[in-house]
């Protein structure tokens, strides 16, 4: 291969990258996105109806005064969220039916995603 295939070539490698990262965060852009906010031992709402079949993010807003931690076993994810901060979970698409979360630091915080 000659220097002018080989540059060539590489163009070709990095413009197919650049086309995949654009559109993977063109994706994740077009997500159906829902609020969840987190406080001290409440959790509000306590009812999230997503759409089945679809990826989904929750974005969750913890604004107590105190760690909070979002855990489904269900939904096989977990994950700590310090005071003020805000964090973004991203399900996979589910089937019909409805998948229980709790605040793992408060035990009877209890809510649900029902996936319809």
């Keep these: 291969m000659n220097l002018r295939h080989k540059w060539a070539w590489r163009l070709t490698v990095v413009a197919f990258a650049g086309a995949v990262a654009a559109s993977n965060v063109a994706q994740a852009d077009t997500l159906p996105t829902f609020e969840l906010e987190m406080a001290d031992g409440t959790v509000n709402p306590s009812r999230i109806e997503v759409p089945a079949g679809k990826r989904v993010q929750i974005d ?57």
């Design 60 to 116: 969750i807003h913890n604004s107590g005064k105190r760690a909070v931690e979002f855990e489904s076993h269900e939904l096989r994810k977990e994950k700590v969220i310090a005071p003020g901060k805000k964090v973004s979970v991203v399900i996979a698409p589910l089937s019909p039916g409805e998948y229980k979360f709790f605040d793992d630091f408060h035990q009877s915080t209890q809510g649900v995603i029902v996936a319809k």
